[in-house]
């Protein structure tokens, strides 16, 4: 069959698909009122259990810098008083390094009771708490009082100027370091952050 060629005054006329048929995008609603609330909700329960988690991780493995409470404070061995003398009382670390006839301590220098603030009485020979009248020996054992126990202790290490390193034997409660006497202490570390419970009685 003949195809018609156009003339040179006419326009060839081409077909071309409408817009319609070449739209290639899918067209989306908008989210309704109650799927935006969802959005919401559901952002802000995520971003909630993240500030929870983030906080349960820090308070369970806190980081303390040394020389603030929760960390290791370290001195040199001449802080260490004679031995059966007044105990030291270091109010950053909130601890009494105390020398006992049975070796080295390091108390917690709050009350086992209500948490008050013991203070040593060179006249009595021993720790009083002014609030209830709890009372406790130089190693922080207790005599009288509503204390449930003794002071706490903190974890001691010590080391000495030959290089040797003692530690607070936590499986012994907290027991007294024996200094050696034939041996100069270098320095002393009490770790804040790590406690034992004072013995009861």
């Given amino acids: 069959m003949a195809t018609?060629?156009?003339?040179?005054?006419?326009?060839?006329?081409?077909?071309?698909p409408s817009a319609q048929a070449t739209a290639t995008g899918v067209k989306v609603d908008a989210p309704s009122r109650r799927e935006f609330m969802y959005y919401i909700w559901g952002a802000s329960m995520a971003l909630?259990?993240?500030?929870?988690?983030?906080?349960?991780?820090w308070f369970v493995f806190p980081r303390f810098k040394a020389g603030e409470f929760g960390g290791t404070f370290d001195y040199a061995g001449d802080v260490i008083p004679e031995a059966g003398s007044a105990p030291q009382w270091f109010p950053d670390g909130r601890f009494h390094i105390s020398n006992t006839e049975a070796g080295l301590l390091a108390l917690y220098g709050v009350c086992t009771h209500l948490g008050c603030l013991p203070k040593w009485v060179g006249s009595n020979n021993r720790f009083e708490c002014p609030c209830h009248g709890s009372k406790y020996n130089i190693d922080g054992t207790w005599i009288e009082g509503p204390a449930p126990r003794g002071l706490d202790r903190f974890m001691v290490t010590i080391t000495y100027g030959d290089g040797e390193i003692v530690s607070t034997d936590k499986d012994a409660g907290g027991a007294p370091i024996r200094l050696d006497p034939n041996k100069a202490v270098q320095s002393?570390?009490?770790?804040?952050?790590?406690?034992?419970?004072?013995?009861?009685?």
């Fill in 4 to 16: 018609a060629t156009p003339t040179k005054g006419e326009r060839t006329s081409i077909a071309r």
């Fill in 48 to 57: 909630l259990l993240g500030e929870v988690t983030a906080g349960l991780i």
């Fill in 188 to 201: 002393i570390a009490v770790n804040t952050g790590d406690k034992v419970s004072g013995p009861g009685h």
